[in-house]
């Protein structure tokens, strides 16, 4: 009737996990449509960062919660209700909060229905998994997503704008790379971020590999 | 010799009952869900696009002390509601002996990305455009977003000419976007280089606004200025 699988232990990884080992952004390389689109400031990024944290958390505790009655037969379309009432909610609330970020976002709001970060989540883990493992593991995801388009929406205003949070921090003299805030300087902050955290991995892989040796070398 | 029927699986039966139960279920909670929340913003969300007109107007009429919005239709006058179609609000500043300063109004034209929409001033007294503010617009950023800075571009604003026909039916001039440099009339705006489409979205937007309404201002002026009292 459902896809009950085998519950795992709550753990600091449950967290840890979508924040670092498997970030949404930069290791499964999800959700790319917002993270190119609307990181070009760091008001946006976190704002929509924060949107899909909260679509997740609450879309994926109902899935969990209803795990045990929702047959598989129907599942994806109960999901995808669930999800996109849940991005409603958020549309209104962020119109309610500020509408300069409203229309900041623009159609990027209504477009986290289809995000596949919520929705691989919701089949991945919360249909098989407690509410509170689920919590815990949404809360980590979304913080590393937001993290993530934070990472991007920093660096592309400071050098598409000269500004953060659109306070000047650069001085006068700085002439904006206007590049970085279209969809071009999208790809090329996120490659560079991918580039680093990349070679961050090999070099901790090398270490590891090194010690290994050293130790099989003691013996 | 009989052949072997070929062995079917058994067809397992749709849980048919508990589909249309748990669909029914998360309806009901996504249908609370939804209509909660937007009770719940309706009056923020109100708000803030009240506070947001009333900036764009200020910007467009800064010497108003008061304003007010009408609905300014083919036959009349009448105070703006919330359903009220918005091609046809306009908002009348008063200074604080009750005369109107100023009139502004709405607009919005394709630009390259999106919509550009604009809100305008119209002054009576020189039947021209004296301010324009873009309120809300996509283009790409370090071309068509140079509208929003450059002077030269404002200046095109400043008494932009808007007289009515003879007929009191449309603008005498249609006011137009021209090549950078090529500007002759009063009621032609230049366009800035390198960001045509843009300067050309406002142009259109400004004109078909105009058209519509400044007739009807000059037409109506005495009962515009007489509902700010």
Redesign the interface.
């Known amino acids: 009737m459902s896809l009950v699988n085998k519950e795992e232990p709550l753990t600091l990884d449950t967290f840890v996990r979508g924040v670092w080992r498997e970030n949404p952004v930069f290791v499964t390389l999800l959700g790319m449509c917002p993270t190119l689109a609307v990181t070009n400031s760091a008001t946006n990024a976190i704002s929509m960062g924060l949107a899909t944290t909260f679509v997740l958390i609450c879309s994926n505790v109902l899935v969990s919660m209803l795990r045990k009655v929702i047959p598989k037969e129907v599942r994806i379309a109960a999901y995808i209700v669930l999800i996109a009432s849940f991005v409603t909610v958020v549309d209104y609330a962020i119109q309610a909060i500020s509408l300069e970020v409203y229309e900041a976002l623009g159609a990027f709001i209504q477009l986290i229905v289809v995000n596949c970060i919520i929705l691989g989540r919701a089949e991945a883990y919360a249909s098989r998994q407690t509410v509170v493992n689920t919590a815990v593991n949404s809360i980590g995801t979304g913080i590393g997503f937001t993290l993530a388009l934070l990472c991007l929406g920093v660096v592309r205003e400071v050098l598409g704008a000269g500004t953060l949070f659109s306070v000047r921090i650069l001085p006068d003299q700085f002439q904006p790379w206007v590049l970085m805030l279209l969809p071009a300087g999208g790809f090329f902050v996120l490659a560079g971020w991918l580039l680093l955290i990349d070679f961050m991995n090999v070099r901790k892989e090398r270490r590891a590999l090194e010690q290994q040796g050293a130790t099989v070398h003691g013996q | 010799m009989s052949a072997e029927a070929p062995v079917q699986a058994p067809v397992q039966a749709?849980?048919f009952l508990?589909?249309i139960r748990?669909?029914g279920?998360?309806?009901l909670?996504?249908?609370f869900?939804?209509t909660f929340?937007?009770q719940?913003?309706k009056p923020?969300?109100e708000e803030?696009?009240r506070i947001?007109t009333e900036r764009a107007v200020r910007a467009v009429l800064p010497g108003a002390v008061t304003q007010r919005a009408f609905v300014l239709g083919k036959d009349g006058i009448s105070p703006a509601a919330a359903d009220s179609p918005a091609e046809d609000v306009v908002y009348v500043g008063f200074d604080a002996a009750g005369k109107i300063v100023g009139i502004a109004a709405r607009g919005a034209s394709r630009g390259y990305a999106d919509l550009v929409h604009i809100m305008f001033s119209y002054d009576p007294a020189c039947e021209c455009i004296n301010a324009l503010k873009v309120t809300?617009m996509?283009e790409?950023?370090?071309l068509g977003d140079t509208v929003l800075k450059d002077p030269d571009f404002k200046r095109n604003f400043e008494a932009l000419d808007a007289r009515v026909n003879a007929e009191g039916t449309a603008l005498a001039n249609r006011i137009v976007t021209v090549k950078h440099g090529t500007k002759r009339e009063a009621w032609q705006i230049d366009a800035i280089s390198g960001s045509t489409v843009t300067s050309k979205a406002i142009g259109r937007g400004l004109d078909q606004s105009a058209q519509r309404l400044v007739p009807r201002m000059q037409r109506h002026l005495a009962e515009l200025e007489r509902g700010g009292r």
């Open positions: 749709v849980p508990p589909m748990t669909l279920l998360v309806s909670i996504c249908g869900a939804v929340a937007y719940w913003t923020y969300v803030n696009q947001t809300k996509n790409t950023p370090g």
